[in-house]
């Protein structure tokens, strides 16, 4: 019974998951332009059997926004286009034009401002035939950022009438001749040779006949990531020669041994020719006082290395601590004593196989890592999934580390069925066993492994893991070889449990930062509610492995684990859907938004004598009902009304002490907060809203005080 209470509170908390997963499907928000804009233009009018023709994307911008060189610096990513292009078609890369160098945040980015042109060649099968019509269809995709950053899309549609031989269009000549010149040129009037000291390339530059007499800014956008954008880019003049020093960025691998990009300078480089780029593609890196191209891999100090495998090796021996793997330790070893009949030699032979086992395991974990991407990963973290996913998982690791519920708690059963293995194939597949139980324990020390051992050339990076790997397996060996210290190791006990727990509190420390770069992420969704519905859901997901943990227990009924299940699904999944990052709007060209300034009284009562109306919004952070009045009433159908009256919407902030917003509230005989206000073409009479708010209810209110808007000419 004590869980069919609890069904209220369940289905409660649906329909309030309900109402806000709509809130968050419904509510637009926009701007007053579209970030980006982009559309499709061809060379040719016609297209003939086999012959290539190009084609431009053209991207616009509103003022202040910016999209994303194909290396996009620090942060973004490049637009792209997918095709679904007829049989036999085929598409060249997408080609960029020259970058500039700016920040966003703090962060340095390559891309590109205004209008921007994208080139891309077609080549059509030789089998078309004179007289038909080919439809060439795709999707253009960007992400456009300003103090924001929005991904946007748009159609892309062509009808390329075929002829025997191609025919220029004149229409898009003019643009074309654009997109060229702000293309990077192919030349041989300028000598450029790279070279590498330390961790820094040297770029080389050395003008022949007809090249401009001095570049200026000139800074190298690599195709590959090569360079570090973090850091600037310095250039001197050595005789008649320019050399440009950047230094290498340590986060790729394995490291580039050719230099590849565009190389800018402000006063372009050769007379004549409008482009400010150069392009460079696999131009080898000599080493210094050398020749021959460097080794991709590169070197790593020493002493960093050392510490990186040392870390490894610790994190593998504190793993064996936890729980779900130190009781095994003894069992193991004693089965090899009864394997071997106390032969020394044969239980040191079955402590090598089960290391060998442990060791392949780690082996192929670090294959699947690579396989996965695992080097792109601070990449990887611009995306809210990933981090939502990363941030889950340390969550729920946290928590079943802290006992709400358990991960692992067969591995002692595990553990014993492997000591009765027969064979050193069994001890081999014991070793991999154990390392399979030992993972849900891992996950916090190989998390930190990882963070250290993610930068290293992909040899060391399987070295690193080999070193945890034989931290791992160090008790199992060395009780191999003297079995008589079985009987030394503590017995286990409460202070495993207290180990553990106290562990997770690095798990903990984990989720608060990844929470933090969530909300920088996804925080601002929602009309800015989408920070309070992320803290709820994670709230609501760990309620719900708390249930998992407290009713789904083998000592239980089978029908309240039953119960305990289901509660725990809905509770999860609910909290999943609060956390999850909102769809993206629909960004449309003129796409209303309530632009909000600050409030003050100055403000309000010079707005109010030029006889404008005046919404203010008393609030705060701390106001749960303001937030909710916020992402149901203030729609995009509330900004276009808004806007055609020509409302000015003023926000007072409470959320930390404000002794004019507590003055004004006052004046208006109220106490609490959310209080809205309407003040209707300049007049000083407040008309105050209802408490809590909805879009119906709140268009209503602004067409009863200011009448229904003028119509648009």
Request: proline share 8%; with cysteine; glycine share 10%.
């Amino acid at each position: 019974m004590r869980f069919l209470k609890l069904f209220p509170a369940a289905l409660l908390a649906g329909v309030f998951l309900s109402q806000v997963h709509a809130q968050e499907e419904n509510l637009l928000g926009g701007f007053e332009q579209a970030p980006a804009t982009a559309s499709i233009v061809a060379e040719v009018k016609e297209i003939a059997p086999g012959e290539p023709f190009r084609v431009a994307l053209k991207i616009t911008h509103a003022p202040h926004w910016h999209t994303y060189y194909l290396n996009p610096g620090q942060v973004g990513f490049p637009p792209s286009i997918e095709w679904e292009l007829p049989d036999g078609f085929t598409a060249s890369d997408l080609q960029f034009p020259v970058p500039t160098l700016g920040t966003f945040e703090g962060a340095p980015f390559y891309g590109y401002e205004g209008e921007t042109w994208f080139l891309q060649t077609m080549t059509p099968p030789a089998g078309l035939k004179p007289g038909e019509t080919i439809t060439l269809s795709g999707e253009a995709s960007w992400l456009a950022c300003e103090t924001k950053c929005i991904p946007g899309s748009a159609p892309l549609e062509l009808k390329l009438p075929v002829a025997a031989s191609a025919s220029p269009n004149p229409a898009a000549a003019a643009d074309f001749a654009t997109a060229d010149a702000a293309m990077p040129q192919t030349q041989t009037t300028w000598k450029i040779e790279a070279s590498e000291t330390g961790n820094n390339i040297t770029l080389t530059l050395s003008p022949g006949a007809g090249a401009t007499a001095a570049p200026e800014k000139v800074h190298f956008f690599s195709s590959d990531a090569i360079e570090d954008a973090a850091k600037p880019q310095a250039l001197t003049k050595e005789g008649d020669s320019w050399k440009l020093v950047f230094p290498r960025n340590p986060e790729t691998d394995p490291k580039p041994a050719t230099v590849s990009g565009i190389l800018r300078s402000e006063t372009g480089w050769l007379d004549g020719n409008p482009s400010k780029g150069i392009a460079l593609d696999k131009l080898a890196i000599a080493p210094p006082g050398g020749s021959s191209t460097a080794s991709a891999e590169g070197t790593v100090e020493a002493p960093g290395l050392l510490l990186t495998f040392g870390l490894m090796f610790i994190g593998g021996l504190i793993l064996n601590l936890m729980p779900c793997v130190f009781p095994v330790i003894g069992l193991k070893i004693m089965g090899f004593v009864q394997q071997s009949g106390h032969e020394r030699s044969k239980v040191v032979k079955h402590g090598f196989v089960f290391t060998a086992g442990v060791l392949v395991s780690f082996w192929t974990l670090c294959a699947l890592l690579l396989v996965g991407g695992i080097r792109n990963w601070g990449g990887q973290l611009q995306n809210p999934w990933v981090v939502l996913a990363l941030l889950l998982v340390m969550l729920i690791f946290g928590l079943s580390m802290f006992g709400v519920f358990e991960i692992g708690t067969s591995a002692t059963g595990v553990g014993g069925k492997l000591a009765n293995k027969d064979g050193l194939s069994g001890t081999f597949f014991s070793g991999v066993l154990a390392t399979v139980v030992a993972t849900p324990c891992s996950a916090p020390f190989l998390g930190t492994g990882l963070s250290a051992t993610v930068a290293l050339p992909t040899p060391l990076f399987i070295t690193s893991f080999t070193f945890m790997a034989l931290g791992l397996s160090l008790p199992y060996l060395l009780l191999s070889i003297f079995p008589a210290l079985v009987e030394k190791l503590p017995r286990p006990g409460p202070w495993m449990e207290s180990f553990k727990q106290g562990m997770s509190f690095l798990l903990f420390g984990t989720v608060g930062f990844l929470t933090w770069v969530y909300l920088q992420q996804v925080g601002e969704q929602l009309a800015g509610q989408k920070s309070l519905h992320v803290l709820i859901g994670l709230t609501v997901i760990s309620a719900g492995f708390w249930i998992y943990g407290r009713w789904v227990l083998p000592y239980r009924s089978p029908k309240a684990r039953t119960i305990g299940r289901i509660l725990a699904v809905l509770f999860i999944g609910g909290g999943f859907v609060l956390s999850k990052p909102a769809p993206a709007p629909a960004i449309l060209a003129n796409t209303p938004v309530i632009q909000w300034e600050a409030w003050t009284p100055e403000k309000q009562d010079a707005l109010l004598k030029e006889g404008k109306s005046v919404y203010i919004d008393f609030t705060a952070r701390w106001c749960l009902t303001c937030q909710t009045n916020k992402a149901a009433a203030y729609t995009e159908a509330t900004a276009l009304l808004f806007k055609q009256h020509g409302i000015v919407a003023l926000r007072a902030d409470k959320t930390s002490d404000n002794p004019a917003v507590d003055a004004e509230l006052k004046r208006l005989g109220q106490v609490a907060i959310p209080v809205n206000v309407l003040y209707a073409n300049g007049n000083s009479k407040p008309l105050i809203t209802n408490t809590v708010l909805t879009a119906g209810y709140l268009l209503g209110f602004v067409r009863e005080h200011l009448g229904e808007p003028p119509a648009e000419k």
